[in-house]
């Protein structure tokens, strides 16, 4: 159980163009989705926090204009990178929790590389 | 200062190995303590987790958590080959979670 998919798993676009990443839970419902990006031999870094029908909360120096974040129903959070640039490309992971209170329950995706070129 | 430091490795063993994982931290309002396993380009495994100080073990693996100290850590007893990940400690206070940098594990055969 506790399954999270995200699609695309690799994707590769132009400068300027936008893309749209989906994060779903296939067997629970997930009252609140993570989304984190990962560069290169580093850590995971929230961007943002996303409770379904209410907006996302964007951590500082993530900027909510170019990451819009969508958690529009229990089982489904999109991220569109809106013109994407270079600098954008990474690896993009969503989680899931099912609990209000547990934190430590965060079930992962398997993450979306992203390459603007 | 970052939040949670954790030494990137790379770390080499041989099979069969004990493998010693630490963090430091340095927010005392910690309250869950996670060790992650990941592999090359795949999303984090939850290994283990344990809430406040203590020691917690499953099969080969313990983590031990110091709130004393701010320092916890993941061993790995007889460790394998598929041992070979990226692991990553993780803590959180109010439902966010703050990763370490994660350390490169390879175990030799």
């Excluded at chain 2, 203590?54 to 004393?68: H, L, P």
Aim: aromatic share 12%.
């Amino acid at each position: 159980g506790a399954v999270v998919s995200q699609h695309p798993s690799r994707v590769i676009c132009k400068s300027g163009t936008s893309v749209k990443i989906e994060c779903r839970s296939l067997d629970f419902q997930a009252t609140t989705m993570f989304w984190y990006r990962q560069f290169p031999k580093q850590s995971l870094m929230l961007m943002a926090t996303s409770n379904e029908g209410s907006k996302a909360t964007y951590e500082q120096g993530v900027e909510k204009d170019k990451f819009l974040i969508n958690h529009a129903s229990l089982t489904l959070s999109t991220l569109t990178v809106t013109s994407a640039h270079p600098e954008d490309s990474s690896f993009y992971i969503c989680s899931a929790v099912s609990g209000r209170d547990s934190s430590y329950e965060q079930y992962f995706g398997p993450g979306t590389r992203l390459t603007v070129t | 200062q970052k939040e949670v430091e954790q030494d990137p490795g790379p770390l080499s063993v041989p099979e069969g190995a004990i493998v010693s994982l630490n963090c430091t931290y340095s927010n005392s309002a910690f309250q869950y303590f996670m060790w992650y396993r990941q592999y090359s380009r795949k999303g984090p495994e939850l290994l283990m987790y344990t809430y406040s100080s203590g020691n917690k073990e499953d099969g080969r693996f313990t983590a031990q958590v110091d709130k004393s100290s701010k320092y916890i850590s993941l061993f790995i007893r007889d460790s394998q080959p598929s041992d070979s990940a990226t692991y990553l400690c993780a803590m959180s206070a109010g439902g966010k979670l703050i990763f370490g940098q994660g350390t490169e594990l390879s175990v030799k055969p």
